[in-house]
């Protein structure tokens, strides 16, 4: 996978900053042109609207400013990426270390004859919506998965038939070393899966598309979207599907839904009614509920069926 070409960024790393008094040296933040927030609440950030705070929250000004702050912090440091939060957990004691959010500066979309180039912070369903305006095919699953392209890449997201895997080209990480441009063979993406470079960071990527009826290709789009309106639970808080499908006929909403655990609660945690692959927070949730019902949701699968699901939702942090 190394062995994709690198693309240079000139400058010297920045020295490191001290870190605020009583805050544990891992937190080192080098000087940079983007925010910086320490003790920065995540809660209101994320679609379950749970979770603690940051010890460090980052927003890169751009792809510079992000390479220079992977060179500057030390190895030991924790380093956490999240993007818009929509398909994970992040438990109750907060992230420990510098967690990355990438926005302003990662969001342009730029329509070419045959593609898209969408940086990561570009949500998936404006990326979509692009290339339907500009008479281009192929990526209308797009849609129908919440979130943005650099979370996408980062675990071959898909829905529909459909995985990024089957239309990415390439896409850019940053890493310590540098900017690296890998394709989609190199990232060895697999179902719900890639392997970016040791802490590697996707901050833009190309999706293949093929011209057609913009009409046609809108309808597909359109269709997409009120399959998944009429669904899933997606005006509730979620997190989108929440186990993934394990091998063999059966999904894994089928087997939930088997194993009687459609509308089980723990607290203000539930399992969706609408669609029992989905846990949503009725309100008053904490990150430990959801997690909690979502292994006693597991537990009674394995009873019932046998079947062991494994999360699909990342769960990330320190519990309580």
């Known amino acids: 996978m190394m062995a994709a070409a690198a693309i240079g960024r000139g400058g010297a790393p920045p020295a490191p900053t001290p870190p605020k008094a009583g805050r544990p040296s891992g937190t080192l933040i080098p000087p940079m042109r983007g925010r910086v927030a320490h003790d920065a609440p995540l809660a ?3 679609w379950f609207r749970v979770g603690g705070s940051a010890d460090a929250l980052v927003r890169p000004a751009d792809a510079d400013d ?5 060179r500057a912090l030390p190895d030991a440091t924790p380093l956490t990426v999240i993007g818009s939060a929509s398909n994970m957990i992040i438990r109750d004691g907060g992230i420990e270390g510098v967690t990355i959010r990438l926005a302003r500066g990662f969001g342009d979309i730029a329509v070419e004859a045959d593609g898209i180039v969408a940086g990561a912070a570009a949500l998936d369903i404006t990326v979509a919506e692009t290339a339907a305006r500009s008479a281009l ?16 890449v980062a675990m071959n997201a898909g829905a529909y038939g459909v995985e990024i895997r089957d239309v990415l080209d390439w896409a850019e ?3 310590p070393a540098g900017l690296l441009r890998l394709t989609a063979a190199e990232l ?11 802490r590697g960071v996707v901050t833009r990527a190309r999706l293949r598309a093929t011209p057609g009826d913009a009409g046609a290709i809108a309808g597909r789009l359109n269709a997409i979207r009120a399959a998944r309106e009429a669904s899933q639970p ?18 894994a909403w089928e087997l939930i839904d088997a194993a009687g655990c459609r509308g089980l609660a723990r607290g203000a945690a539930q399992v969706s009614e609408k669609h029992c692959n989905f846990l949503i927070n009725t309100g008053g949730a904490t990150a430990a509920d ?21 999360w699909e939702i990342r769960r990330i942090g320190r519990p309580a």
């Open 44 to 46: 209101a950030q994320t």
């Open 66 to 70: 992000l390479l220079a702050l992977l």
């Open 137 to 152: 095919g192929g990526l209308e699953f797009l849609a129908g998965i919440p979130g943005t392209i650099g979370g996408a």
């Open 173 to 175: 990480v940053a890493t």
């Open 188 to 198: 060895r993406l697999a179902y719900r899966r890639a392997e970016l470079p040791a």
């Open 234 to 251: 997606v005006r509730a808080r979620t997190g989108g599907s929440t186990f993934k499908n394990p091998p063999g006929p059966r999904k």
């Open 290 to 310: 959801i997690e909690a019902l979502g292994e006693e949701v597991r537990a009674r699968v394995r009873a019932a069926t046998g079947v062991v699901l494994e």
